[in-house]
């Protein structure tokens, strides 16, 4: 089975700090996604990524940045949390991608943040 | 208009009984269709992919309807433990997986 793994379950940051979140995976996939997760909004897309180095806006990157230096990692980093970041982040990776994709996401157990 | 829409329930049904949710699309044009199921504070876990002809998992029937842009998920025989929430995501484009907001089901006992 895929692993995706997220490296805090839970974490609290004060307002204005800058944090890491990472993320990897252990099935040689190219794409990787980082989404949040509000109640009633579901779940956004915020970066993807399709191969090293490379990386896309999702739809609401504003405030985030990424990084995948290597397949397996693809981190996500807020460059002054504030308080509307509060959020639970999912990593998700997966085989394909597109029209005709059958293999679906992998998410990894998610990471609840709380910015104070 | 959303470009995925869920009913978001709670639907709440026996043990036993045949419960179905519905979710549209927007995009004609989207491709492939997946159903996710998500337990309170777990991650999202894939259920089952969504043919054009139908599918079926044990219990979980998929079904795509393009000319009414839905896709459906019925369950028979619910059971206590298919209590979660239910995803439904749509590939419209590369890359591009819009998830449904989710039908919460709870099956009592």
């Known amino acids: 089975d895929v692993k995706v793994t997220q490296s805090s379950r839970y974490l609290v940051k004060r307002t204005g700090e800058k944090v890491f979140l990472e993320c990897v995976q252990d099935?040689?996939?190219?794409?990787m996604f980082w989404y949040r997760q509000d109640p009633g909004l579901g779940l956004r897309l915020i970066y993807f990524?399709?191969?090293?180095?490379?990386?896309e806006k999702g739809d609401i990157p504003e405030g985030y940045s990424v990084s995948r230096e290597k397949k397996e990692r693809f981190s996500l980093i807020l460059e002054s949390a504030s308080t509307n970041q509060t959020s639970m982040y999912l990593c998700?990776?997966?085989?394909?991608?597109?029209?005709?994709?059958?293999?679906?996401?992998?998410f990894g157990s998610g990471t609840r943040l709380t910015v104070v | 208009r959303k470009e995925v829409e869920q009913d978001p329930g709670p639907f709440n049904v026996p043990e036993g009984a045949t419960v179905a949710f519905n979710c549209t699309y927007s995009?004609?044009?989207?491709?492939?269709f997946f159903w996710y199921r998500q337990d309170c504070r777990k991650e999202p876990k894939l259920l089952m992919s969504?043919?054009?002809s139908g599918n079926e998992d044990g219990r979980f029937t998929a079904q795509l309807n393009r000319a009414s842009q839905y896709i459906s998920l019925l369950i028979r025989d619910s059971k206590l433990s298919d209590s979660a929430t239910y995803l439904c995501?749509?590939?419209?484009?590369?890359?591009?997986?819009?998830f449904g907001t989710g039908t919460r089901l709870k099956v009592l006992a």
């Open positions: 998700a990776s997966s085989l394909s991608t597109g029209p005709g994709d059958n293999y679906g996401y992998t």
């Open positions: 099935m040689d996939h190219e794409n």
């Open positions: 990524s399709y191969d090293v180095k490379m990386k």
């Open positions: 995009n004609s044009a989207s491709q492939s």
């Open positions: 969504v043919y054009s």
């Open positions: 995501v749509v590939i419209s484009g590369t890359y591009k997986y819009i």
